[in-house]
């Protein structure tokens, strides 16, 4: 049975989804919405489906099975209660939305409607990401002991200008945190779980916008590990993203930006290094590819059929939401906060 997606919003990231939609077998892109004809007329003539202004037109269709939501993070919530109210899965772009209250409020609303929510984050499907996670798993690197997130890239202001939504906080709920850096958050919150507490401090450095671009979190653990998050996009020209974890037998390099998995231990013939195709969003927000992207629709498509919870589903997509608002509250609070608080 063919899956049939709707697609609102044809900014940036949508281009990713259609063609993801388009390399998942059983899926069919058949409708698009967005308020401005010009671009959604190209956008159709390019990807296939008809063109919408308003996307509760598009929710009235009865072939539309569900929807994937690559609108700014402002709407990610009312857009998700529509949908949902129509009976449509949905499928929602990174950040989940702008606050922890706001992901609970989408989560309900697919509950309550039976349908099923998918929080992208094509991290997790990257085969090497997947495979930081076996090797943590397996304590390859023995006891962690130490984790760390440094997305390290630069964004012009005309980036900044780009769209009357960025690096508006109303429309962003925060900067780079949310916006950038929340890919490597996920992933250290997948492969090595939630601190109990973080400390932080941010700025706005170096653009003329409402959020920050800049922020440093130290992390703690329950078990006594600590950990850190560096994020900025003031750093000319910006450097492939790298996540590091250190543990009782050794060391685990993710070169993220670069696709290179490296560990060193005790033993140097345990040593090893694993390729991937690179991919970096450091200084060109559009460098990716669509292959995480494609493997998280087939989960998701997979996850309809199945009637099961897709592998990021909105309780996954929630905790770097909540995270990064425990971040973010601390800063503004200059203290401690507590990750059961959130």
């Not at 049975?1 to 940036?12: E, H, P, Q, S």
């Not at 077998?25 to 008809?50: C, I, K, Q, S």
């Not at 945190?177 to 939630?194: K, R, T």
Request: one cysteine or more.
């Amino acid at each position: 049975m063919t899956l049939r997606f709707g697609l609102i919003g044809v900014g940036n990231i949508a281009p990713v989804h259609a063609t993801a939609i388009q390399n998942t077998p059983g899926a069919e892109l058949v409708a698009v919405a967005t308020r401005n004809e010009e671009r959604g007329r190209a956008f159709v003539a390019r990807f296939g489906g008809a063109w919408y202004s308003d996307y509760r037109d598009l929710l009235a269709r009865d072939d539309v099975g569900a929807v994937a939501i690559c609108t700014p993070p402002d709407l990610h919530l009312p857009m998700t209660r529509d949908a949902a109210h129509a009976r449509k899965h949905v499928l929602c772009e990174k950040p989940m939305a702008r606050n922890v209250a706001e992901c609970d409020a989408m989560s309900e609303a697919c509950d309550r409607a039976g349908v099923t929510l998918g929080v992208i984050f094509q991290s997790r499907f990257e085969p090497l990401g997947r495979r930081v996670k076996t090797l943590l798993d397996e304590n390859k690197i023995g006891k962690l002991i130490w984790s760390s997130a440094n997305t390290i890239w630069y964004r012009s202001d005309e980036y900044y200008r780009s769209g009357a939504w960025r690096g508006k906080l109303e429309h962003e709920g925060g900067g780079v945190l949310i916006n950038q850096a929340i890919h490597a958050i996920d992933l250290i919150i997948w492969v090595s779980g939630m601190p109990a507490r973080v400390t932080a401090q941010m700025r706005t450095l170096n653009h003329a916008i409402e959020i920050e671009d800049g922020a440093i979190a130290t992390l703690e653990y329950a078990d006594g590990r600590i950990g850190l998050i560096q994020a900025t996009t003031a750093a000319y020209p910006g450097f492939p993203e790298r996540l590091e974890f250190y543990g009782t037998r050794g060391s685990l390099i993710y070169h993220k930006g670069l696709a290179r998995l490296e560990w060193h231990l005790r033993d140097p013939q345990e040593d090893g290094e694993e390729k991937a195709e690179a991919s970096s969003g450091a200084s060109r927000p559009m460098d990716i590819n669509a292959a995480g992207h494609s493997a998280q629709f087939q989960d998701f498509a997979n996850a309809i059929r199945d009637q099961r919870a897709p592998l990021v589903d909105g309780r996954e997509g929630r905790r770097s939401v909540a995270l990064i608002e425990a971040i973010y509250r601390s800063a503004r609070e200059h203290r401690a906060i507590e990750l059961d608080a959130i």
